[in-house]
């Protein structure tokens, strides 16, 4: 299997580059590979021939969307606009990164792939209407949402975590913000199996269950051995530019339809700082 991984110097990407099992796989970022650019893109992926485009570039700062929504546009939904285009044309099938932050929370069940999307942010609209178009664009497609995401990397809340512990001696984390941390490493592994598979669709790929941003950071600190370290008081909010939702729980459904489960958070996050090494 030939595969095409957009936003391959990101998390999730770098993640893919590593772990995928094929014949050989293409890293397309800026500034040598940029999906905003049609012609180039289209000669790119008619060079190389994918058998699957894994598209995990996208505006990934919540509030710079807010800044700057035409370019969080130009990105999230003209660049995914683009891929899709460009997969199609060489007969790839596409796998679509999205997000919990398409829904908006107010939902007390777990939110299933069927459930209607409600944005609240620019960045959660654009996501939604990058995955709309791949839908439109490609039959052949999976939409795979995610949530809060990390790997060993340095631009994360687990590093922003750890920074925090090395500079201050408390820091105030909301319980205001519940969602499921969720490891890179578990979600490639998820989609080097999903790609097998002729099961297009949208999935729920998260980590399973869910925690506070204040409880993430809480187990951070002790697996890091860093508790006594930094101090984590409770906040209510934090004053943001994005509306971003409260509290979503993405449930996975047509994932474990076909074998494909999450671990829950707490072992994945374990498992990063055996894989990392920084405990
Ligand atoms: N991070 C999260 O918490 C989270 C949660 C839910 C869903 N997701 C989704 O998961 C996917 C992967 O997220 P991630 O955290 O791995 O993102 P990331 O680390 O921000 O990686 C995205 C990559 O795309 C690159 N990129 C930017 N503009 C590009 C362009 N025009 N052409 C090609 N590449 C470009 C970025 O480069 P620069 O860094 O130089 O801009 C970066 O290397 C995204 O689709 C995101 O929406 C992320």
């Known amino acids: 299997m030939r595969i095409a991984v957009t936003g391959s110097k990101g998390q999730l990407g770098r993640t893919l580059l590593r772990q995928l099992q094929a014949e050989e796989v293409l890293g397309l970022d800026i500034p040598e590979h940029d999906i905003t650019d049609l012609m180039a893109l289209d000669a790119t992926l008619a060079r190389f021939r994918p058998n699957?485009?894994?598209?995990?570039?996208?505006?990934?700062?919540?509030?710079?969307?807010?800044?700057?929504?035409?370019?969080?546009?130009?990105?999230?939904?003209?660049?995914?606009?683009n891929v899709a285009v460009c997969a199609e044309r060489v007969g790839a099938a596409i796998v679509?990164?999205?997000?919990?932050?398409?829904?908006?929370?107010?939902?007390?069940?777990?939110?299933?792939?069927?459930?209607?999307?409600?944005?609240?942010?620019?960045?959660?609209?654009?996501?939604?209407?990058?995955?709309?178009?791949?839908r439109h664009l490609c039959p052949r497609h999976y939409i795979v949402r995610v949530a809060w995401l990390y790997d060993a990397g340095p631009r994360n809340f687990i590093a922003t975590v750890l920074r925090l512990a090395d500079q201050r001696d408390h820091v105030q984390m909301v319980t205001d913000e519940i969602g499921s941390p969720t490891y890179a490493h578990d979600v490639a592994l998820a989609l080097d199996q999903l790609i097998r598979l002729p099961a297009y669709g949208t999935y729920h790929l998260p980590n399973a269950g869910i925690c506070s941003r204040y409880e993430?950071?809480?187990?951070?600190?002790?697996?890091?051995?860093?508790?006594?370290?930094?101090?984590?008081?409770?906040?209510?909010?934090?004053?943001?530019?994005?509306?971003?939702?409260?509290?979503?729980?993405?449930?996975?459904?047509?994932?474990?339809?076909?074998?494909?489960?999450?671990?829950?958070?707490?072992e994945a996050l374990a498992a990063r700082f055996r894989d990392a090494g920084d405990a």
Not at 54 to 76: F, K, Q, S, W
Not at 112 to 126: F, N, Q, V, W
Request: hydrophobic share 35%.
């Open 52 to 81: 699957v485009v894994i598209h995990c570039a996208a505006m990934t700062d919540v509030d710079g969307c807010e800044r700057d929504p035409d370019a969080a546009y130009r990105l999230n939904v003209l660049g995914s606009r």
């Open 96 to 134: 679509a990164i999205s997000t919990d932050y398409v829904f908006d929370g107010s939902q007390s069940e777990p939110y299933r792939e069927t459930d209607e999307a409600h944005p609240l942010s620019i960045y959660g609209r654009t996501k939604w209407l990058g995955e709309e178009t791949v």
């Open 216 to 266: 993430w950071a809480a187990e951070i600190l002790r697996l890091a051995g860093r508790s006594d370290d930094l101090r984590l008081e409770p906040s209510e909010h934090y004053p943001r530019l994005a509306r971003v939702p409260k509290r979503v729980e993405m449930r996975n459904v047509n994932g474990a339809e076909i074998g494909i489960t999450m671990r829950p958070w707490q």
